[in-house]
């Protein structure tokens, strides 16, 4: 029978908390790190709970603390004397001991379970996260291990993001990162999220991407694929005035098209993160977007503007969760709020994104895609003016980074001339003064 407690680890750390040979910032370092569920005794949960909540280290004061609920004898028969240099061992034991109730109470659940025809595969997901959780220690990196951690990055735990101007202010994206792409309806997201799945997949040659749209469906992320591919413009695709042996022809040439490596999840295939998850644990996407975190389902119905602050949180931080789990770069779209439009300034903020709660936090980037003439009109600013604004980063300051598109191939172009660069965003400030 395997031991699930330890009533003399658990009396000698009780022992040592009462020693009043001990000093109080020792007794009081021990309580920090050990919880009440380290012990199983009823009566010795209720002394460390006492000892904890009040700080009190006396016998006596903690006998009138507690009252008749234990009984005095059973207070001074802890008389267990350990040294600061053994308490930590029985500490361990008393973790131990911990971690073997888990393991047993898990152990059990999967039985249950099983037996009740639960999903195999969430209960398998269920059981590695709770045994990730159990075996994996708080221990502290040295100074000279996070040294060496960061001089034996490679190549590959850096991807760029793309974009050669954006790679050299910011240094590509690390995995485990979540990127957050804002913007108004019109402003040219979803478009501009596959042109950087392409690029993405183009500049960094090894890597997998995978497109999950709640928005669109497969088949017309597709058609706006083939647009930029093939130089089609989208309305063309969508009436079918193409020539398809053309489109095959041109699809096939693109590597990473070719070799699946940049795949469409049909949006029937998912509906919240943990859809997300089993798809992700798959695959193996180095890079994944979603299109967009707002139309994720919700662990639990929402009722009111807090409820789905706090779902999509969730929803948030689980998926940072996924890309730190996966060694992956998470490309998130999100919405922003309604009536920019009708400000004097139309452009659009961190405090626009709609029902942000944890996503400004968990975001290392928060990119907003802005096409500024949906908002002043074309005659005011050309219709090939595209602009990406970095209103938060993490390792950078935050830029206005213009492009030239043409939103009907798909296509968003760099401009290596820097005059060019900053004639357009010249441009760009005219309009917003």
């Avoid at 500049?203 to 928005?215: A, D, L, Y």
């Avoid at 139309?295 to 730190?324: C, V």
């Avoid at 980037?365 to 219709?383: D, H, L, M, N, V």
């Amino acid at each position: 029978m395997v031991d699930l407690f330890s009533w003399e680890a658990e009396e000698a750390v009780l022992g040592f908390l009462l020693n009043p040979l001990i000093k109080i910032d020792d007794k009081r370092q021990i309580i920090q790190v050990v919880d009440n569920e380290y012990f199983t005794n009823e009566k010795y949960q209720v002394l460390f709970t006492t000892i904890k909540e009040y700080g009190i280290f006396d016998k006596v004061l903690l006998k009138d603390r507690i009252g008749d609920r234990i009984d005095i004898i059973d207070i001074e028969n802890i008389d267990v004397l350990v040294t600061s240099e053994e308490i930590q061992s029985y500490i361990e034991i008393l973790l131990d001991r911990l971690q073997r109730r888990k393991i047993y109470a898990l152990g059990k659940d999967i039985q249950d379970s099983i037996s009740k025809g639960a999903n195999a595969f969430d209960t398998a997901l269920r059981a590695e996260s709770k045994i990730m959780s159990l075996t994996s220690r708080a221990d502290l990196d040295t100074n000279q291990e996070l040294l060496e951690r960061v001089l034996e990055e490679k190549p590959g735990d850096v991807l760029s993001s793309g974009y050669k101007h954006i790679d050299a202010f910011i240094g590509g994206y690390a995995r485990g990162m979540i990127i957050t792409i804002a913007g108004d309806s019109g402003h040219l997201k979803t478009t501009f999220a596959l042109d950087k799945a392409f690029r993405m997949a183009e500049r960094n040659p090894t890597i997998k991407v995978g497109i999950f749209s709640k928005e669109m469906l497969a088949t017309d992320l597709m058609k706006k694929q083939i647009a930029r591919v093939c130089g089609i413009p989208t309305p063309l695709i969508f009436s079918q005035q193409y020539d398809k042996e053309f489109v095959r022809k041109k699809m096939m040439e693109v590597e990473a098209w070719r070799n699946n490596r940049i795949r469409i999840i049909n949006p029937n295939s998912f509906h919240g993160v943990n859809d997300i998850a089993k798809i992700q644990m798959t695959y193996r996407f180095d890079v994944w977007f979603l299109d967009f975190i707002q139309l994720l389902e919700f662990a639990k119905s929402a009722t009111n503007s807090s409820d789905y602050n706090i779902q999509i949180g969730q929803n948030m931080r689980n998926l940072q969760s996924l890309a730190l789990a996966t060694k992956s770069v998470g490309v998130v779209l999100s919405q922003v709020k309604k009536g920019i439009e009708h400000r004097r300034t139309m452009k659009p903020t961190v405090s626009d994104i709609e029902w942000s709660g944890l996503i400004k936090q968990l975001s290392s980037y928060i990119f907003f895609s802005y096409y500024p003439g949906k908002y002043y009109g074309f005659e005011a600013i050309p219709a090939d003016h595209y602009f990406l604004i970095a209103e938060k980063t993490r390792f950078a300051e935050t830029f206005h980074y213009p492009m030239r598109v043409n939103p009907g191939l798909g296509t968003f172009e760099e401009i290596d001339d820097v005059s060019q660069r900053e004639k357009m965003t010249a441009k760009l400030r005219s309009i917003l003064e």
